[in-house]
């Protein structure tokens, strides 16, 4: 079985503010106030002109720029997003997150922006790489966002407390299938 998620996650008010700012953004409430915008295509391809404002419906790409903040190990992210980030992270911290597993192993990336910059990260594990004790990438920043894993909730970690589970891939975010 497999499960893939590139997303946005960040406190629901905040998240509300993103997606007003790109049509294509299609936010999902999560538990514990959060919420997440999946990263498909259409979401990215609004952010491919680079300059950290959403490109015009049909506008051709620009160049890529030269990245700024260390997110290298998003071979997915487009540049603009990263200064849309830092931009909304002045509200609040925003997470971009990554996972992909089959079969029990797999690769998670994850990275908070806040206060205009980046914040953690980005943190990864490679495959057949065991978690740190601190957790796994992805419930570290979901820790800095503020989840928790609550007494007696049967999470096993900040991914499980706040839902990420619910669908196995970033399109079934979008569909809710």
Known sequence: ???????????????????AEVPAARPRLLAQGLALIPAT???????????????????PPAPAAPRAGGTEPFDWFPDGLERRLAAWSKAAPIACVEADYFGGTGTQRAAVWADGRLDLGPVTSGEFEPFPPEGSPISRVLRRLGAQVGEGGGARDEFDAVGLGAHRATASWVSGG
Do not use: D, H, K, N
């Open 1 to 19: 079985m497999s499960y893939e998620l590139q997303a946005l996650i960040g406190p629901a008010e905040l998240v509300a503010v993103a997606a």
């Open 41 to 59: 295509p259409e979401f990215l391809a609004a952010f491919r002109g680079g300059e950290g404002t959403p490109s015009a419906p049909g506008a």
